[in-house]
């Protein structure tokens, strides 16, 4: 549902359930994106299912159980659901499934002619077009209030380019309204589990730094050097971002031969 531009709340939980009471499902899980949460929820409550939003480790215990962060990812709270079906959303990159469930696209297809939806979309419209999504991205490049205004994002697109990165922001360079907010990688926005984070003009706000908790490699370029971000970086970079990041990207495309 994800990457369909026809996503339906009314259609797609119709078919959820259909597909949980066809297979006698124990388990239904889905990546934490905005169109799954909002698929799940609704799903749980069309099936009377016990749903964890938002885990970012699982197990089977006589039941399902579920981990997740809060206080800003500086405590962990365990939930368990002993009832079934049992849901949950899942954070991407942070847990793998085994994928034994082949022939579920071939049930939602033979499914979707026969479930006819009573919304119509007229017209689907691209507002971050040729972006990768920020919730399964393998690495993130983001800005915050160093990048200086919403003219100035061009170094950091470019390094996404050649990095195959998503754009990301923090929330200052949002609420400046630099950016949209669909950029927005912190507490209150979406929370990025990639394998590389490089944080450009970003002072590492107690907020950003919960979003970017689960990051394998963070890389900080701020001219700051007693910036907050440093003390959480895996390698800090000292020095003007406008002059860092060209240099970075130039490199980049050196040695990949773009």
């Keep these: 549902a994800e990457n369909t531009g026809n996503y339906s709340s ?10 949980a009471d066809q297979s006698d499902a124990r388990v ?3 990546g934490a994106t905005d169109v799954v949460k909002n698929l799940f929820a609704s799903a749980a409550a069309h099936l009377g299912a016990e749903l964890l939003q938002d885990c970012n480790d699982l197990t089977w215990e006589g ?7 809060i206080y800003g990812g ?14 949950a959303t899942v954070r991407l990159n942070t847990v793998e499934v085994n994928k034994d469930g082949e022939d579920l696209p071939l049930i939602i297809k033979s499914l979707l002619p026969n479930m006819p939806s009573r919304i119509n979309n007229l017209d689907v419209v691209q ?3 040729g972006i990768i999504d920020l919730s399964g991205a393998k690495i993130v490049v983001s800005g915050g209030r160093g990048v200086g205004g919403e003219d100035n994002w061009n170094p950091l697109r470019e390094l996404c380019d050649v990095l195959g990165a998503a754009l990301g922001a923090s929330r200052a360079a949002v609420d400046s309204g630099w950016i949209p907010q669909n950029h927005q990688v912190g507490q209150t926005g979406k929370v990025v589990t990639p394998d590389l984070y490089i944080a450009c003009g970003i002072s590492g706000a107690v907020q950003h730094l ?3 908790r689960k990051a394998k490699n963070i890389v900080a370029i701020n001219k700051d050097p007693s910036a907050n971000i440093f003390a959480y970086c895996d390698y800090g970079i000292v020095g003007d971002l ?3 990041v060209p240099a970075l990207t130039e490199e980049i495309r050196n040695l ?3």
């Design 10 to 19: 009314d259609l797609h939980v119709r078919i959820l359930k259909e597909v």
């Design 28 to 30: 239904l899980l889905g």
């Design 63 to 69: 039941g399902l159980k579920g981990v997740k962060s």
């Design 74 to 87: 500086s405590l962990n709270a365990v939930l368990n659901v002993t009832s079934t079906p049992a849901m």
């Design 127 to 129: 507002t971050a077009k």
């Design 210 to 212: 919960a979003g970017i």
């Design 242 to 244: 406008f002059e860092v």
């Design 256 to 258: 990949a031969g773009r």
